[in-house]
């Protein structure tokens, strides 16, 4: 079972990053599958990777996109997303280093995190680009 499933209502109505919150939220599932299932810390440390990564590219093309059109929020923005980076990388290497196990609340933080953000804070973006031709 999914941690996350996408539905229209998470939609910002901007297709690039309704198209990249997507992707985000399949690495978060399997993630969270990989741990469910026990898979090996060389696995799972992939999937942790990959997503860190994407989140990378996925903030900097949001953040681009809100500079090039004027967000006002942008700062607002560009602070959750370095403190999403910043936590990610903090369970990464708590990890690697056997301080924690990926598991419960490593899930239930990235759930919470990924669907308040876009439900909330990116849902305010998309009315501002669309408004300014943005789609």
Do not use: C
């Not at 996408?6 to 399997?30: A, T, Y």
């Not at 708590?94 to 439900?119: E, M, N, Q, R, V």
């Not at 804070?121 to 680009?129: H, I, R, S, T, V």
Request: proline share 3%; hydrophobic share 40%.
């Amino acid at each position: 079972m999914p941690l996350i499933t996408w539905s229209q209502d998470m939609s910002v109505g901007v297709q690039e990053m309704d198209f990249q919150h997507k992707g985000l939220i399949e690495i978060i599932n399997k993630l969270s599958d990989a741990m469910s299932q026990g898979k090996g810390a060389q696995e799972v440390g992939k999937i942790v990777d990959k997503m860190i990564l994407y989140a990378q590219r996925h903030f900097g093309a949001e953040e681009r996109l809100m500079s090039v059109n004027g967000y006002p929020q942008l700062a607002r923005q560009k602070a959750e997303h370095e403190a999403f980076l910043a936590k990610a990388n903090d369970f990464k290497k708590d990890y690697l280093a056997g301080k924690i196990a990926l598991s419960l609340p490593i899930s239930s933080f990235l759930k919470s995190w990924w669907t308040g953000h876009i439900l909330v804070e990116d849902k305010q973006y998309g009315p501002y680009l669309n408004g300014k031709g943005v789609r």
